[in-house]
């Protein structure tokens, strides 16, 4: 809800700037319920009330960022932008394995073209996003052409010639645009430009993490392989090699998951009753899989939700993980829950990996 809030703040700012409409309507037009809430929060994240920055001219990207649990090292990173009525977000990631799209150009590519691999078959003829430091900025639209066509420019223009000159950042001149017009009810794109040079200091790092008490009203169908027709003894140092995409969780059987869900989210589903251990990814329906694949449905019901992020991959999963285990638990304990232990759920996003700062969830199923 506060993300929400400030991309509200942000077009009214460019809204204050370049309108002559009443603050009360701009108010109302930003999804705020009357002018002394509007008045209120943006005067928390600019610093002045409304009127004052319309009167002075003050420039619509913001110089009084809130904490989100991130830090703003950079002006204008992680917080809501508006330029031209364009709202959008720019973060910086740090991709680490390259991504290949089986389209002819690099200028656009939907995430449907997009191979579920790390690694490109040997007659691949598309085009591939190399590994490098980049930034990113999030848009949302109401379609894809809309976004590429009108967006996209005006975008590219302010962060090559406004905001990377204002932030020291030597960009690729050219963009690398990935739509995503699978989600529901929004079209979203990510432009991604290469970082060349970084002029000072550039670290974002902050830990972050969250325990909630979450309702989860579908079920996620989830399919993979299991510890147990694995091979492998039953062990912890099994349980790693499980994520090992050379080895276990080959990319013939990543690729041959049939109707995997985009943007593609993977689980390592801890079944602690049998015991047995799953490496899968999210499916919109279980169909008819391979039999050397394991099914499993995390039913819906009541969860509590651990979400954290480290400085790298490898420090989240070898010691991170298990300490947030024992603090969701702890905190289960504390507020009164409890745990379901048939099993848990481990979460990552899918470019978890290609990520600087990755993020990742916990669930565990609570007891009604």
Same mark, same amino acid.
């Given at each position: 809800m506060e993300y929400v809030k400030l991309r509200? *703040? !942000?077009y009214a700012a460019d809204c204050l700037a370049q309108s002559e409409y009443k603050i009360l309507n701009? !108010? *109302? /037009?930003a999804g705020f319920k009357n002018h002394e809430t509007f008045t209120r929060s943006f005067k928390e994240v600019y610093g002045v009330t409304p009127t004052v920055f319309r009167e002075q001219k003050l420039p619509a990207t913001p110089f009084k960022a809130p904490d989100l649990s991130a830090q703003y090292y950079l002006k204008d990173l992680n917080f809501p932008i508006a330029i031209n009525g364009i709202v959008f @977000?720019? /973060?910086h990631i740090k991709q680490q394995s390259p991504r290949h799209f089986t389209v002819p150009t690099p200028d656009y590519a939907a995430v449907e073209a997009e191979l579920d691999s790390i690694y490109a078959p040997d007659n691949f003829s598309g085009w591939s996003m190399p590994v490098?430091? &980049?930034i990113v900025c999030c848009i949302e639209g109401e379609s894809a052409e809309q976004l590429t066509a009108d967006v996209s420019p005006i975008i590219k223009d302010y962060v090559l010639n406004n905001w990377a000159e204002k932030n020291k950042v030597d960009l690729d001149l050219k963009a690398m645009s990935v739509v995503y017009n699978n989600l529901p009810d929004i079209t979203y794109m990510e432009m991604h430009f290469k970082i060349n040079t970084i002029k000072g200091e550039f670290n974002m790092y902050k830990p972050k993490s969250e325990v909630q008490f979450i309702t989860l009203d579908h079920e996620i169908k989830v399919v993979g392989i299991n510890l147990q027709k694995s091979g492998m003894p039953i062990s912890m140092e099994s349980i790693g090699k499980m994520w090992d995409k050379k080895e276990v969780y080959k990319e013939e059987i990543q690729n041959n998951t049939k109707n995997t869900k985009r943007p593609i989210i993977e689980y390592g589903i801890c079944l #602690?009753?049998?015991?047995? &251990?799953v490496v899968g990814r999210e499916v919109t329906e279980f169909g008819e899989q @391979? =039999?050397? &694949?394991?099914?499993?449905a995390i039913p819906p019901g009541k969860y509590i939700k651990t979400v954290f992020n480290a400085e790298s991959f490898e420090s989240m999963i070898s010691k991170l993980s298990g300490e947030y285990h =024992?603090?969701? /638990? #702890?905190? !289960?304990k504390e507020n009164g829950f409890?745990? @379901?232990e048939t099993f848990n759920a481990e979460v990552y996003p899918h470019e978890t990996t290609m990520i600087q700062y990755p993020e990742m969830y916990l669930l565990f199923p609570v007891k009604a």
């Open positions: 509200r *703040l !942000a701009i !108010a *109302l /037009k @977000d720019i /973060k490098g430091d &980049y #602690n009753t049998v015991p047995d &251990y @391979d =039999e050397r &694949y394991f099914t499993f =024992e603090i969701s /638990k #702890n905190w !289960a409890i745990i @379901d």
